[in-house]
């Protein structure tokens, strides 16, 4: 499986008219999606979009097959309804995501650092760190 590092930036997500233009690093993630796409969902791509909200049909085709850029929305319901973790098909939007979340609370690089290793935990396993540091703030 080949890296793609090559993180966009502003300037390469403009349209150009009204088509996204399309990065290496898109079609890398769009890849990795249809993948665990068809490995995980037993549902069809209309029923999908409208059960997780990614959208209509054409827009979870789309984005499986990068003629439509992953945004961290589109990102976030894709894996809500796969049952996987942002990071297994975009590092690029899992890591966009932590960033913005340290920022949000802001967060040290000790505590940055817990919140990338609990990313990596299976849903079940993150959903009770977070369950315990609730009981832990609640202490406080």
Not at 118 to 129: K, S, Y
Request: charged letters at 20%.
């Amino acid at each position: 499986m080949s890296e793609v590092s090559a993180k966009p930036t502003a300037g390469d997500m403009r349209a150009v008219g009204k088509k996204p233009v399309i990065l290496p690093v898109h079609e890398e993630e769009a890849r990795r999606l249809r993948g665990i796409f068809q490995a995980k969902s037993t549902l069809s791509q209309l029923a999908f979009g409208a059960e997780y909200g990614v959208g209509s049909q054409g827009m979870v085709w789309q984005y499986l097959n990068a003629h439509a850029p992953l945004n961290v929305s589109a990102a976030m319901k894709f894996a809500r309804g796969l049952g996987c973790d942002i990071a297994e098909f975009s590092p690029r939007l899992a890591d966009e995501l932590s960033e913005y979340q340290a920022a949000r609370l802001g967060v040290s690089s000790c505590s940055e650092g817990i919140l990338r290793t609990c990313e990596q935990l299976p849903v079940a396993q993150r959903e009770m760190v977070a369950s315990f540091a609730r009981f832990l703030l609640a202490q406080a």
